[in-house]
């Protein structure tokens, strides 16, 4: 399979739409501002307090005092705005964000996401998370299928959850699905892959959509 | 009145087990010479609210490091390992909050208001041990207000009487803790007399500070 995280971030880009503000997770997320279509219009957010957010800047040009939610240097574009966290997360609760992407250690078929520790393991806080996936309209989450071979698509999660009931759309290298009332639909696969093959990488009952498509690489 | 002090001064007004606000957001926007010289002076039993304990040899970070705080209500200490580690073994009370909560929480403290209704952290352990309250058919947690001993925030402008104005992403929370100490501190990066600051530009009015001092820059 080529790159599996270019096949994710092409896939989560053609969700965004023309005058949409995106708030990129950290890591995999972060790749989806390389893909998106021509003639689309999207606002980036990062939650450290400004919109209007642009690429890394290249070694040796980093901008003091501006870096994304990350801490790692950050650029802006034309037209950006800079605000404090107040503002910040009542822009993301608000329902004045369109879309937020996130990766996750854990989702399930009822759209609760887990992604901000591992009990006695790891506890790295939850950030913005939390705030992101409760405001923002749309939730997307991006991420490899499995982890290492174990899955994190389940019936429902085991580990503490970010939000309850927030996901709407879960893309991955193997395919796309939504979050419905009745389960998770299937609604694109890889064209090397078949249904079994998801299925099996996947504890959650795959409801496959009629109209089942190939993903687009 | 003269609020310009030294950083002996004004790290004279901070005694052990006090609660101290730290601005910034992983390190940037953070007041770094009133942090060492916490340090220096050995100052104990701290409660730090801030949005984050940055990493081990920045700021917050270091106040970790060399065990000046028994106490810290923060979002994210996934960049400071020795956080996670002083709270596994028992030595550091962590408080997790979710970011827009903690944001709002400072600014309730600093603006009289007796807590917020949010939806963050509904159906998550975040909602533990909390009332929650139900407006219009919705249901929201409870959360208090923060309010703080003493605020050290940075600034990159700051005039004689005490107005600020903060560059780029290193507003963050500085604002919002400047409203919600009794004695608040602000580094700054300059210092110019008063009315050179257009009062548009002003983010902070000088009445939240108490007194200013001279940063590194």
């Known amino acids: 399979m080529a790159d599996v995280k270019a096949i994710i971030a092409k896939r989560v880009a053609m969700e965004l739409k023309d005058g949409d503000l995106v708030n990129l997770g950290i890591g995999l997320p972060t790749l989806v501002a390389n893909y998106v279509p021509e003639g689309i219009d999207v606002t980036f957010q990062s939650e450290n307090g400004f919109i209007g957010m642009g690429n890394a800047p290249e070694p040796g040009a980093e901008i003091e005092n501006l870096v994304n939610a990350g801490g790692q240097p950050s650029t802006v574009l034309p037209g950006a705005a800079f605000f404090d966290s107040a503002m910040s997360f009542a822009i993301i609760r608000g329902g004045h964000l369109d879309c937020t992407v996130l990766g996750a250690l854990q989702v399930d078929e009822k759209g609760n996401l887990a992604n901000w520790m591992i009990p006695g393991k790891k506890v790295p806080g939850m950030g913005g998370a939390m705030d992101l996936v409760t405001g923002a309209k749309k939730v997307i989450v991006a991420m490899t299928h499995t982890a290492k071979g174990s899955i994190k698509i389940l019936e429902e999660c085991t580990l503490p959850l970010t939000a309850k009931g927030q996901v709407d759309l879960i893309i991955t290298e193997m395919g796309v699905m939504e979050v419905t009332d009745k389960g998770l639909v299937l609604k694109e696969i890889h064209p090397d892959l078949s249904v079994e093959d998801v299925q099996t990488a996947t504890s959650a009952k795959l409801i496959i959509a009629p109209d089942l498509k190939t993903m687009c690489l | ?217």
Request: with cysteine; net charge negative; glycine share 10%.
């Open chain 2, 1 to 217: 009145m003269e609020k310009i002090i030294t950083l002996e001064e004004a790290v004279s007004k901070i005694n052990d087990g006090m609660t101290v606000m730290i601005g910034g957001f992983l390190g940037t926007g953070s007041p770094d010479l009133l942090v060492d010289k916490i340090i220096e002076k050995g100052i104990k039993n701290l409660t730090v609210v801030a949005n984050d304990t940055s990493f081990p040899d920045q700021n917050i970070g270091k106040l970790v490091v060399e065990r000046n705080v028994s106490k810290v209500i923060v979002s994210h200490i996934g960049t400071n390992p020795e956080t996670g580690r002083q709270m596994n073994a028992g030595e550091l009370d962590v408080v997790l909050v979710p970011q827009g909560t903690l944001a709002e929480q400072v600014r309730a403290g600093g603006a009289g208001l007796g807590g917020i209704l949010t939806p963050t952290g509904l159906g998550t352990i975040v909602e533990e041990g909390k009332e929650k309250v139900v407006v219009d058919g919705e249901t929201f947690i409870l959360e208090k207000p923060i309010k703080a001993d003493v605020a050290i925030i940075r600034a990159s402008k700051v005039d004689r009487k005490g107005n600020c104005v903060f560059d780029k992403s290193a507003r963050n929370f500085n604002p919002l803790m400047a409203m919600a100490a009794e004695t608040v501190i602000v580094e700054a990066d300059e210092i110019v007399e008063v009315g050179s600051i257009d009062p548009d530009r002003v983010m902070t009015p000088h009445i939240f500070v108490s007194y200013i001092v001279k940063g590194a820059k």
